[in-house]
């Protein structure tokens, strides 16, 4: 894919081959700041989306934040409705909360994403958002 194919502020990076046994679909990461808060961005395909995964910490740290920067996409934690992400959305996710996100059917999707720093921080996947799961936000209407 080159950036011109859905534009974009931030670079859209190298396919996410070392996180592919994660993700439905094609993504793709551009690692943009390093430290001990290090800040990628993550780009879906339409229809792209993580397994649910878990971020582990204490000290304050595992908290995920996450921030919409082009496209639309979803986020949704275990046992909640899901959130509809537009560029200017951001959630943050505390630790220990299983959750999953990405694009939605129709349209790429990019987010900023980055963990909060402090001890034992780690993450832990866990099973792929079935077909029939992703199919249903948009087949309830929840597509805004």
Sequence with gaps: MSDGEFEQIFPTGEANEAFAQYFIGQSYLAPLAGGSVPVSNVTFEPGCRNNWHI??????????????????????????????????????????????????????????????PGEGVSNEWLEPVTDEVYRALHENGENA
Excluded at 67 to 86: F, K, N, R
């Design 55 to 116: 971020h582990h910490g204490s000290d304050g740290g595992g908290d995920q934040i996450l921030l919409c920067t082009a496209g639309s996409g979803w986020y949704q934690a275990d046992g909640e409705e899901p959130l509809s992400l537009v560029p200017g959305s951001v959630v943050r996710i505390p630790a220990g909360t299983k959750h999953w996100h990405g694009a939605k059917a129709d349209s790429w999707f990019s987010h900023l994403a980055f963990i909060t």
